[in-house]
């Protein structure tokens, strides 16, 4: 058979090769030296250089992530009920609330022991939890064990980074692309470049269970970063993908008490 360049809807369903990936890093070099103008030394940066990594206390296989449809201040959000209910959950091991910034929906990054307790929470406690509300919501889960490598280059807290600074705001991030195994994705071509991005404290990588789709959790010194990231410098990184996205920010301050009951690897 006669090779052929991929078109685009070939390259979101399969696996990118190594040809896209250079094609890719030479684009975003291009993109970020002209595009954004953001790839300046974040203040971040020193965290990268001399973080330290451990073992995790518990041994994460999944991370869920969830979102209320929702509009209310976090302070009305029952979270302390919450957090007793969701702590009783089979496999439970941490979760970092969220609050949207700007309208106020309530949801949370959560790490299980198995991607089975993950499951059973995704289709059994948390619908319920939903239903209560009256609302819609949104789950995720997530292969923890497929992200470990690129994540603990990229400092994050939920494999044994020490957090030096308190997060202002984090960032969730989805793109609409089948990349599996994920170790074949981009990511080796990625973490130079956002290890440069403002302000930029941690990230987890994210990989969808079944569907393959990439995305991440970040932590921001700043809402201002955390927004920047998400409208300036991620368009740029999904436009060399050519794939759809989906972006959230949400304020790390309105729901740091909550997150430190439930354990939350950010806060030490």
């Given amino acids: 058979m006669t090779a052929h360049a991929k078109t685009p809807c070939e390259l979101h369903r399969s696996r990118l090769g190594r040809r896209d990936i250079l094609k890719l890093a030479a684009g975003m070099a291009r993109g970020a030296a002209v595009g954004t103008g953001l790839l300046m030394p974040s203040i971040a940066q020193a965290a990268f250089s001399n973080s330290k990594t451990g073992t995790a206390p518990m041994s994460q296989n999944a991370f869920v992530y969830t979102e209320l449809q929702i509009s209310a201040p976090f302070d009305q959000v029952p979270w302390k009920k919450i957090n007793d209910a969701i702590k009783a959950q089979p496999g439970f091991i941490n ?135 998400a409208l300036d410098y991620f368009p740029t990184e999904t436009r060399q993908l050519n794939a759809a996205f989906y972006t959230r920010v949400f304020d790390a301050n309105a729901t740091e008490t909550a997150s430190r009951d439930m354990a939350s690897p950010f806060y030490g």
């Fill in 95 to 229: 979760k970092t609330w969220l609050s949207g910034l700007g309208n106020n929906s309530a949801g949370g990054i959560y790490a299980f022991d198995s991607i089975e307790n993950a499951q059973k929470f995704v289709t059994g406690y948390f619908p319920a939890e939903a239903r209560n509300f009256g609302v819609a919501q949104t789950t995720r889960v997530f292969d923890a064990m497929a992200t470990k490598e690129a994540s603990i280059d990229l400092n994050s807290v939920h494999y044994g980074a020490k957090p030096t600074t308190k997060p202002a705001a984090f960032v969730y991030t989805e793109v609409q692309l089948h990349v599996l195994p994920f170790d074949n994705g981009p990511w080796r071509t990625f973490n130079p470049v956002l290890k440069l991005q403002p302000g930029l404290l941690s990230k987890t990588w994210l990989s969808g269970l079944h569907t393959g789709t990439v995305g991440g959790f970040y932590a921001f010194d700043t809402i201002k970063n955390a927004q920047r990231f």
